[in-house]
């Protein structure tokens, strides 16, 4: 109710604002007037827009409307270089220049003539001013010329200013509401899927405009056809005079207690000709290490499928413990990172090439402790546990993406990319577990070591071809992948087991040498051809089959004596082959009318798919047929209002994991057996989003919404000995109940009293079902939060952002009806920075974070990060600066997170970079147009 409540006083002072700012007064200093006519018919244009922009940033001054008699006046604007733009529907907007100071403080224009649109001539030019924002279809997209920003900073500098982004202190964006995982430059990859090295290297003054939206799958994009593959995008679009010429930077920077940063890059742009390098090094967590090398394989952990129903197996850790490469703030990292790119595009843009190299290596130590709380029917178990661990990765990755028009109506796409990766991990843990009496029930001590070598490779053509009856359409995809992966690791594990007096009942040791050889290959192909049916109907018909196969063989060894690992433990392993056929058809229709584009259609899948256990000669065939029906409306109501409601239906197929279990033994306290009978669920998704854009008042809103409900859904059956502490897991079907989940989020934003000011308020939740030792157990989850923002801007003098706001979490499990995790929250972030004489700059920014205590946890947590910098530029264009930065000035970074789900709540703590200060050179140097060779400008 209070965030309503906030909404609603938002929204009322925005139409406060609008309404004082519409003045009729005639009198006072600094005036402007003038009589808006039809300039054929000298109509009086009654009602027309009037604004006065500032003409160094465009930004609204005052605004009012023409009187019945087609007359404006405005008072009291101040003195300085301003902008009148007038505009009336369907008449070319009218804009003019002007100064008003304090011996010519008043301007007349006399009669203002508009033209209608369709009474211009072609030699008629008329200049507008470019809006802030504009929406286009899905897209929107902002102007950069209306944000300011400081001279060398950067694209994420530039994000930060615009509604509904965010950009947190790791450089990680988020936009209306969602992660953006993938920034291009001008509608290119820029060195693949690391979006930090956009926007942490490119400057920000070379952005003309700033690009927001859904990226589809290049055939959803060319036939119109939504296959339900998005990614959250930005692509930054380059001004014209930055696209020749070269730009970089060198940093370099040595701190306290061990702490060092190193970056080098350069990139030299020639027209649609783009050369970069860079590299890194250091352990301040800029790690550079954005890749998702399994992505276009759809592989992850055990048996997973996708979309379509088909069944991919990963393997690389053998059954053990793996790294995937990243650093996600756990433990102290050193990243050695470097990477080439280069893409270009010639003939007219008939030939087109992106490729790109990156190499790096990632080490992570660190300490961690968890604990968790077991919330069984009648009873609760408690464990804590205490790790160190060691992680490596070294990766190196080349990929490579050619495209030719080979006509006016077809075009030809060839994707290729390849990587070589090798992790090592190693993990101590010692686990202790209680009885709700406080009894010792178990204790459980690992050493978990595993050595990965792995092979991936994928390849894709893409083929389009325009027909000769206009909308009649063919195109067909091809794509294949192949992975190869080999581990070698060893599980060490002392458990042992107390009886409900606390003495010892028995003890298990475990010492095994595991392998694991993997290789997975696919081979998928989708046709699809469109036919206009009448001018405003089309049919999309679309047919492809798909072969996979993996070969998964796991083994583990005891002793024959003490280091030599050559018995085989039958119990413990297998050599799975899965082979799958799938046909996949579909049809769909598309009708656009005005401003309405409504899509609907279904496809279906068939899916073959037989298994064969190699040692136990198990065999295993079955037949899917999957259904996905979907639906979309979009309703262009302007150019600068859009709204989109959608639906999706698919079958979700049980894993393999689920079905046949892989055994391991990694956790001799968890058991997973599987479940043949498994059936099908079936998911049913809808989702909404409205966006909207007032050029005259610069007022954004954005409303998103989505939910989501599965029948006959798999759930766990976990059953635990609550005398031994030791729990089996087995998947079932559900029916009669409807787990479900939504998300809803809204973003406003417009300039009040000189400052920015943002409101975003968002709720999630979910109702998910489990069951406890065979009990049917409910869960609830929601969450609500709020956060405002406010930022002002002065150019070299101050800069100030400000977001803060509350949170709320409700969570409730039937089987546990008098325990809760009900807590509060509240998130602050900020951003300031102060320009003094002599080129100074102060700068600091710092996050908040509180979580009170719940039933749950006793206790609360607190945590203020400030970080603070003082930084000296020099040489007329500031392009060399010298600089002290304190990092957690506070010493407070505490590496914390708490979850609760279904019966289970984990709090962990673990080893974090806490304060260093640090001493850093840094020279930004550029060089565009005419002349480049020369020196860089910024440092003349």
Known sequence: ????????????????????????????????????????????????????????????????????????????????????????????????????????????????????????????????????????????????????????????????????????????????????????????????????????????????????????????????????????????????????????????????????????????FKGKKKMSAYGTIGNTGKTGLGWNDNSKLGTGGGGEMNEDGNIYFSGGDGGLDSFGGQYDGRGLPIARTGGLHYDDKWKNDKYTLNTNYKIGSLEVDGKSNTIQQLNLPGNVLNTNTD??????????????????????????????????????????????????????????????????????????????????????????????????????GF??????????????????????????????????????????????????????????????????????????????????????????????????????????????????????????DEITGNFAERNFTNLSPQANLSYKFSTYSNLNIGYNGNQTQPTIDQLQPIRVNTNPLNVIIGNPALRPAFRNSFNLWYNSYKVISDQSVYLSGNYSFTTNPIVNNTVTDPIL???????????????FNYNIYSSASRKFLGINVGLDLSSNGNVYYSLINSELNKTKSTRYSGQLSLSKYKEKKYQIYINAGPGYTIGQSSLQPLINNNGRGFDANYFMSIYLPGKIQIASDGQYEYKAPTQSFSTDFRQTIINASITKSFFKGEGLKLSIKGNDLLNQNSGFTRSASANLITQNTYTTIRRYYMLSVVWDFSGFGKGTAAAAPAVK
């Open 491 to 612: 599980l060490k594990s002392t458990l042992n087991l107390y009886n409900q007096q606390g003495q010892l009942d028995s003890a298990q040791v475990i010492d095994q040498q595991k392998t694991d050889k993997t290789k997975t290959s696919k081979l998928t192909t989708n046709l699809i051809y469109t036919e206009p049916l009448s001018k405003y109907l089309s049919m999309i018909l679309n047919y492809g089959i798909g072969l996979n196969n993996s070969n998964a063989d796991r083994k583990s060894f005891d002793q024959s004596s003490p280091g030599v690992y050559n018995v085989l433990n039958d119990s413990l392993s297998n050599h799975y082959v899965f082979n799958q056929t799938s046909n996949i058809g579909g049809l769909n229709f598309n009708l656009k009318k005005g401003k309405t584009i409504f899509r609907f259609g279904s496809g279906i899948a068939n899916i073959h798919y037989k298994q064969v």
């Open 1 to 268: 109710m209070k965030l309503t409540c906030t909404l609603l006083s938002f929204l009322l002072l925005c139409s406060v604002t609008a309404f004082s700012q519409t003045s009729f007064n005639t009198k006072g200093p600094n005036l402007i007037k003038g009589l808006i006519i039809d300039s054929a018919s000298n109509a009086k244009l009654i009602n027309a827009s009037v604004s006065v922009l500032r003409a160094k940033d465009s930004t609204l001054v005052k605004f009012t409307r023409a009187t019945n008699g087609g007359a404006f006046t405005i008072n009291n604007i101040g003195t300085g270089k301003f902008i009148l733009l007038v505009t009336y529907p369907q008449y070319a907007d009218y804009v003019e220049d002007f100064t008003l100071d304090s011996v010519k403080n008043q301007k007349n224009f006399g009669s203002v003539d508009l033209q209608l649109k369709s009474r211009l001539l072609s030699t008629v030019i008329v200049k507008g001013t470019v809006a802030a924002i504009k929406i286009k279809g899905d897209t929107t997209e902002f102007n950069a010329k209306a944000f300011a920003i400081e001279p060398n900073s950067k694209v994420e500098d530039l994000l930060k200013q615009l509604p509904g982004i965010q950009v947190d202190k790791d450089g990680k964006i988020t936009a209306q509401g969602q992660t953006v995982s993938k920034v291009l430059v001008d509608g290119e990859e820029f060195f693949g899927d690391d979006p930090t090295l956009v926007t942490k290297n490119i400057r920000g003054d070379m952005v003309d405009k700033v690009q927001l939206y859904d990226k589809k799958s290049d055939q959803a994009t060319f036939t119109g056809i939504d296959d339900g593959k998005k990614t959250k995008t930005i692509n930054i679009k380059l001004k014209e005079d930055k696209k020749s010429g070269y730009f970089g930077k060198i940093d370099a920077g040595v701190g306290t207690d061990g702490f060092y940063q190193g970056q080098g890059l350069f990139n030299k």
């Open 387 to 488: 790790e160190t661990f060691n992680n490596y990765a070294f990766r190196q990755k080349l990929d490579v993406t050619y495209s030719i028009k080979l006509d006016t109506t077809s075009t030809l796409k060839i994707s290729v990319d390849g990587t070589l990766k090798n992790t090592k991990t190693n993990s101590n843990n010692f686990a202790t577990s209680t009885r709700e009496d406080g009894s010792l029930l178990n204790t459980n001590g690992r050493n978990l070591t595993n050595n990965v070598d792995q092979q991936l490779f994928n390849a894709s053509a893409f083929y389009t071809k325009k027909l000769k009856k206009p909308g009649r359409t063919i195109s067909f995809n091809v794509t294949t992948g192949l992975t190869d992966s080999k581990a070698n």
């Open 725 to 739: 502490g030791k729990s089996t897991t087995q998947a079932l079907n559900l029916p009669g109940q409807k787990p």
